[in-house]
T-cell receptor, first 115, second 115 residues
Framework: NAGVTQTPKFQVLKTGQSMTLQCAQD?????MYWYRQDPGMGLRLIYY???????DKGEVPNGYNVSRLNKREFSLRLESAAPSQTSVYFC??????????????FGPGTRLTVT | AQSVTQLDSQVPVFEEAPVELRCNYS??????LFWYVQYPNQGLQLLLK??????LVKGINGFEAEFNKSQTSFHLRKPSVHISDTAEYFC?????????????FGTGTRLTIIP
């Protein structure tokens, strides 16, 4: 069982470039999440998807788009990268949908630097 | 709105000594509380959670936490730490109405074990 996988592990972009971060889970989970982690700020929710075909904004959605491609995959796209988007990005998944409380399982993270 | 405060950004502790990592939350409604651990270069892993019932909850690796509603706290404790406990610890809160989709994380406490 791979759990939650993320690609790539590291990425360097120039300002204005675009890229897509990929996330996949093999636990048949319904909900998936994208967070960013910045020093001294903890993790902040960018977008989440409670089920296949649905996505909702989190705390810091500006500058990002997401796609829930199917139940397994949830991608995060930066259309025009900015230095402020330099961060570590984590994908997570959980079994619950709607108003349930279910443990979130995290991927290993993608370290993105925008110059 | 909910928020989480982890006042200690870094806590150094000698090996085999006890440790307490502090977490205070703010919410106008009832909450669910979580502690996550992040080992170096890894994603987050759930240590323990409080949903309801007994205010003392036990987690993995010998950690426990106590929910104190009057003090709006959820401090994490371990009676005797080991080198392997070196990691960053995050307290998180969600509201039952939103379940797990709306996790709010604290800024983290870096625990360093001194041999």
């Amino acid at each position: 069982n791979a759990g939650v996988t993320q690609t790539p592990k590291f990425q360097v972009l120039k300002t204005g470039q675009s890229m897509t971060l990929q996330c996949a889970q093999d636990m048949n989970h319904n909900s998936m999440y994208w967070y960013r982690q910045d020093p001294g700020m903890g993790l902040r929710l960018i977008y989440y998807s409670a089920s296949e075909g649905t996505t909702d904004k989190g705390e810091v959605p500006n500058g990002y788009n997401v796609s829930r491609l199917n139940k397994r995959e949830f991608s995060l796209r930066l259309e025009s990268a900015a230095p402020s988007q330099t961060s570590v990005y984590f994908c997570a998944s959980s079994s619950g949908t709607g108003t349930g409380v279910y443990e979130q399982y995290f991927g290993p993270g993608t370290r993105l630097t925008v110059t | 709105a909910q928020s989480v405060t982890q006042l200690d950004s870094q806590v150094p502790v000698f090996e085999e000594a006890p440790v307490e990592l502090r977490c205070n939350y703010s919410s106008s409604v009832s909450v669910y509380l979580f502690w996550y651990v992040q080992y170096p270069n890894q994603g987050l892993q759930l240590l323990l959670k409080y949903l309801s019932g007994s205010t003392l909850v036990k987690g993995i690796n010998g950690f426990e936490a106590e929910f104190n509603k009057s003090q709006t706290s959820f401090h994490l404790r371990k009676p005797s730490v080991h080198i392997s406990d070196t990691a960053e610890y995050f307290c998180a809160v969600s509201q039952p109405l939103f379940g797990n989709e709306k996790l709010t994380f604290g800024t983290g406490t870096r625990l360093t074990i001194i041999p």
